[in-house]
Nanobody, 125 residues
């Protein structure tokens, strides 16, 4: 089992930026970020392949969020710019520790094996 430790959440005004970090303790393949707003289901935000060669984003964050990966540090980041109030949610880091695929990234919750504890992001008007 991979342990994931997230950091970087907080309170920011609309238009501002935050960077989330997720440090993994073991071997990982695809890594991703999901979020859950109050009263809503958890949704996909972004993901990155093991080699960091491919990335994917939800339409709602394309052009504003950037996912990256420091392979030696086994850490994934989510740079969030131009934040909007609708980005307010608990953000979860996820890791695929067992893979049935060859490369690429995963965008479905069930494809991930390990989850972080979540970090709150609140965007005010």
């Amino acid at each position: 089992q991979v342990q994931l430790v997230e950091s970087g959440g907080g309170l920011v005004q609309a238009g501002g930026s935050l960077r989330l970090s997720c440090a993994a303790s073991g071997r990982t393949f695809s890594m991703g970020w999901f979020r859950q707003a109050p009263g809503k289901e958890r949704e996909f935000v972004a993901a990155i392949s093991k080699s960091a060669g491919s990335t994917g984003y939800a339409d709602s964050v394309k052009g504003r969020f950037t996912i990256s990966r420091d392979i030696p540090k086994n850490t994934v980041y989510l740079q969030m710019n131009s934040l909007k109030p609708e980005d307010t949610a608990v953000y979860y880091c996820a890791a695929e520790s067992v893979t049935y695929y060859t490369g690429g990234y995963r965008s479905k919750e069930y494809e991930y094996d390990d989850w972080g504890q979540g970090t709150q992001v609140t965007v005010t008007v």
